[in-house]
């Protein structure tokens, strides 16, 4: 089955951090930009964070900018986002998908979409 693993998500006091991780299963990352997600019950994925494969171009949403830093390594076939300075307000599921690069604001265009991982911050 062709899917992310995503793993590192837990429950952190405000101003805490958590490292993500995602490892694809049954393809490589190569040539796929991978994007980190957030989903809140009821809603639609938020886009938070993106990194290409060739030039390792990075983008973030405006609410993490600063905060958040994703990277990979193909290597390993896995991807991180490391979350500092957390907030009530970054509590959801996380999940990774690919796309083939570049980055796109689309998430439609997205695949292999894995189970998430819930980050919970709280007091």
């Known amino acids: 089955q062709l899917q992310f693993v995503e793993s590192g998500g837990g429950l952190v006091q405000p101003g805490g951090s958590l490292r993500l991780s995602c490892v694809a299963s049954?393809?490589?990352?190569?040539?796929?930009?991978v994007g980190w997600f957030r989903q809140a019950p009821g809603k639609e994925h938020e886009g938070v964070s993106c990194?290409?494969?060739?030039?390792?171009?990075?983008n973030y949403a405006d609410s993490v900018k600063g905060r958040f830093t994703i990277s990979r390594d193909n290597a390993k076939n896995t991807a991180y986002l490391q979350m500092n300075s957390l907030k009530p307000e970054d509590t959801d599921i996380y999940y990774c998908a690919v796309v083939l690069e570049p980055c796109s604001g689309d998430t439609q265009l997205y695949d292999y979409w894995g189970q998430g991982t819930q980050v919970t911050v709280s007091s």
């Open positions: 049954g393809f490589t990352l190569d040539l796929f930009a």
């Open positions: 990194i290409n494969d060739k030039d390792g171009n990075t």
